[in-house]
């Protein structure tokens, strides 16, 4: 069975909650209730959903956890803050993991085109190497891997200060939600599960076969004719 790891960024329970968008609400409240949407979405497909916190737990214990769930693909939930205002999505992968890039270029693609945010960098790819934002989050998932899956860190949108594009995204978080429910299902080349009963017609059987009406009546018929044709 395929499955997807849905990492929630920051403390959902400690004190390190993130950032705060312009709403006031923590980057892990906000990504956890995501998180939960997206597993609802895709729970009429064939695939198993799990979502990873980080409350009180060290880089290289999630990349274990993760690890052991042996996924097919991970996301993991943030989003951006800056002092001034600053715009666009980047979703972040390391430098040598080609497949991960892909699969970020697939993210920031869905998200530019659905919620109108521009992407930064290499269209929305931010390739990140030692010592750089996010790089332990999934350089341990990367060491600890059972079996290679890609991965990437999801930045959609700079959120603590109040713009058109801050404003649409978070006006709008269930299209966030389906960016991400669509993600998956093109990178797993999902379906959804086929529950319609088989109603295929059984072949009748050759023993106990009712004669319909229709019958009944030629079956008379030949026999009135007969019996006239035996008068003359």
Do not use: W
Not at 40 to 46: A, E, G, M, R
Not at 142 to 157: D, G, R
Request: hydrophobic fraction near 35%.
């Amino acid at each position: 069975m395929k499955k997807v790891a849905l990492i929630v960024g920051h403390d959902v329970e400690g004190k390190s909650k993130g950032a705060i968008n312009y709403l006031g609400e923590y980057e892990s409240t906000f990504n956890f209730r995501i998180a939960k949407k997206v597993k609802s979405k895709l729970k009429d497909y064939d695939i198993s959903v799990k979502i990873f916190t980080t409350d009180l737990k060290l880089h290289s214990t999630i990349g274990y956890e993760v690890s052991e769930f042996m996924p097919s693909m991970s996301l993991e939930l943030h989003f951006n803050s800056f002092s001034s205002p600053a715009f666009g999505c980047e979703v972040l992968a390391l430098e040598d993991d080609i497949a991960s890039q892909a699969l970020a270029r697939l993210v920031a693609a869905n998200i530019s085109y659905s919620m109108g945010i521009k992407r930064r960098r290499d269209q929305g790819l931010y390739i990140i190497s030692k010592g750089g934002r996010g790089f332990n989050n999934l350089n341990y998932l990367k060491i600890y891997q059972k079996k290679y899956f890609p991965k990437v860190l999801v930045e959609p949108c700079f959120a603590n200060i109040k713009t058109k594009e801050s404003q649409y995204f978070f006006e709008k978080e269930d299209e966030y939600v389906e960016c991400l429910v669509k993600v998956v299902k093109t990178q797993l080349n999902l379906e959804p599960n086929n529950h319609t009963p088989d109603i295929r017609t059984p072949k009748p059987s050759k023993t106990g076969l009712r004669k319909s009406p229709k019958n009944i009546i030629d079956r008379i018929i030949i026999a009135i004719k007969k019996f006239f044709k035996g008068m003359y």
